[in-house]
């Protein structure tokens, strides 16, 4: 079974999307679907219905514990592409940068 925490939808700037989550129907957005966001959320599924749509400071914090994995395995991703290429840039030799 797949973690539900690599479902979050963080494709755009991650910083937006937890300043913009203030309703439930936005976390369900960010989660993918209701189901998916109860299990990244560490809740049931009846406990999420009764959440309020507006989100207090509390639920907001829970919606940043469970996206806080999700945030960070994507940038240790990013993290070791850019190594990955900054090795493989240095490799290169110079002749590669010349197209004339």
Known sequence: MSNPHD???TGGDDEDIVETV???????RVFGSHSQAHKALGISQ??????PEVLGR???????????????????R???RYQLLQG?????????????
């Open 58 to 76: 509390h639920h907001k914090n829970v919606v940043l514990a469970a996206l806080y994995p999700v945030l960070v395995r994507k940038y240790r």
């Open 22 to 28: 203030e309703t439930k129907a936005e976390v369900i």
């Open 78 to 80: 990013l993290w070791d």
């Open 46 to 51: 009846s406990a999420l219905s009764q959440w």
């Open 88 to 100: 493989s840039a240095a490799v290169r030799s110079p002749s590669d940068d010349s197209r004339s």
């Open 7 to 9: 479902t979050a939808q």
